[in-house]
């Protein structure tokens, strides 16, 4: 069967971030069957931990039975129903209410969508909307930094700030610009900083803040590498944004629903988004769902208006995906998971603390609630990385593999080898000391392979 598996999946299903050449040479890495808890199955029987909830989404873990209830009972009475032609159904009107009452600051309205890319393609046009509706069409651009990762459609790959998902389609649309990443000085009008060039205050005062609709950021960079904004940087930006008329989106498609310790990430920094991006971590990864909160300055613009609002896809507000999202927050609240999340990243320091002293190139740990990540250079003392030929963070996730815990290697950007930790929140202290313990081993074994 897993041959079989094999040569079908080989023949016949384009993966995603994924090189075909060498995946119809090489087949599957694994073959996914089934789940408990932090732990998942290949088809072989072989049991591995997801150090990364698969893709920083399934932050219940799995064989959460009450999910998959909701799911069904909601499939069973009302599979489907469009939110369209003023339509609606119970489970998206009550989970629309939930996160309201959950998100920062004076959020009041929730925009349905799929995933994480189509909030952010939707948070863009509503900005530009909501400018338009004040007599202000010309403000267009999307000021997005370095590193991040906001998705993967034209207008968000095109936002997203690792170069690589550029490549691909050529995705850099002409109102969309990069500035320099997280730093603080300049954003506080510091011009004397030598990176003053190119951040984001340096973008707004070139293009006109008249021609800026809005700036984009992930409280904490998930893809890019797990970079932690620096304290007082997205107040900076926020202060920025309130200075030029423009709105600040906060990218939580991660950091969203208890992985960072808190409920959202901004709340670590106390900031007031106009716009907040959701999606993975809302059901957990059990059904296909994001969501776009909207201030309620934008809400009371939006609903002023006679027009149409011209946007909106087929699975927007689906009941099912919405029944399990409901189901999802009531388990995070019922079981105190944030709380979980935020005394396991004790742990977690913890542990990095111990692999620092005993490895030479463990480097730049960092750790919010259960988002966390480290470097690997090859003098940690003077920052000097690796060699590209060696490859560091991706030998030591495939050491980790080859010992059957699951985790994450961004090493795209030159001279940069990091490692993503990012277990479901439902982890405790003995298997998150059981996944530091497989590290330590993978390694060592990395140290040996330097000779
Ligand atoms: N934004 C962030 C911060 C993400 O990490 C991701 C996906 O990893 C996205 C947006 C895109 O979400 P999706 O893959 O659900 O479209």
Not at 140 to 168: L, M
Request: aromatic content about 8%.
């Amino acid at each position: 069967k897993i041959q079989e598996l094999s040569e079908l999946d080989k023949k016949y299903f384009l993966h995603p971030t994924t090189v075909p050449k060498a995946f119809i040479e090489e087949g599957p890495k694994i073959i996914f069957s089934e789940g408990n808890g932090i732990r998942v199955k290949d088809i072989k029987g072989d049991s591995y931990i997801d150090g990364v909830s698969m893709l920083w989404n399934v932050n219940l873990g799995y064989g959460q039975k009450e999910l998959a209830d909701a799911a069904h009972q909601q499939l069973s009475k009302l599979p489907y129903s469009s939110s369209f032609y003023g339509y609606s159904n119970e489970p998206a009107i009550r989970l629309a209410e939930k996160i309201v009452s959950l998100a920062p600051g004076k959020s009041s309205a929730v925009f349905y969508t799929s995933g994480g890319s189509e909030s952010n393609e939707t948070a863009f046009k509503l900005a530009r909307y909501y400018w338009s509706l004040k007599g202000k069409s010309e403000k267009k651009i999307i000021i997005s930094i370095k590193r991040s990762y906001h998705g993967a459609t034209i207008a968000t790959g095109s936002a997203t700030g690792i170069e690589g998902f550029h490549n691909f389609s050529g995705s850099s649309g002409n109102d969309m610009i990069h500035a320099k990443g997280h730093l603080t000085n300049c954003e506080l009008g510091d011009k004397t900083d030598p990176e003053y060039e190119g951040c984001i205050r340096d973008v707004i005062e070139k293009e006109g803040a008249h021609r800026i609709a809005a700036v984009i950021l992930e409280p904490i960079q998930g893809a890019g590498g797990v970079h932690v904004s620096p304290d007082g940087y997205l107040q900076a930006v926020k202060k920025l944004c309130e200075e030029n008329e423009v709105l600040f989106i906060a990218d939580e498609v991660i950091s969203g629903f208890g992985r960072t310790g808190k409920m959202f990430g901004v709340n670590h920094w106390e900031v007031e988004p106009d716009i907040i991006c959701v999606a993975k971590g809302i059901t957990s990864g059990y059904s296909q769902l994001g969501a776009v909160i909207l201030s309620e300055e934008l809400r009371e613009t939006l609903v002023q208006t006679e027009q149409i609002l011209g946007h909106g896809f087929t699975y927007s507000g689906h009941p099912t995906a919405c029944a399990v999202g409901l189901k999802t927050i009531e388990i995070i609240e019922r079981d105190n998971l944030v709380e979980n999340a935020a005394n396991m990243e004790k742990i977690l320091k913890e542990g990095f603390v111990y692999l620092q002293d005993k490895h030479p190139h463990v480097a730049k740990t960092r750790a919010v609630g259960l988002l966390a990540g480290f470097d690997l250079q090859a003098d940690r003392d003077n920052d000097v990385p690796f060699e590209q030929s060696i490859r560091a963070a991706k030998t030591v996730v495939e050491e980790c593999f080859k010992r059957k815990l699951i985790l994450r290697a961004a090493d795209f950007e030159v001279g940069k080898n990091i490692v993503a930790v990012a277990p479901p929140l439902v982890i405790n202290k003995q298997e998150l000391e059981e996944v530091i313990g497989i590290i330590d081993d993978a390694l060592t074994s990395f140290e040996k392979s330097l000779g």
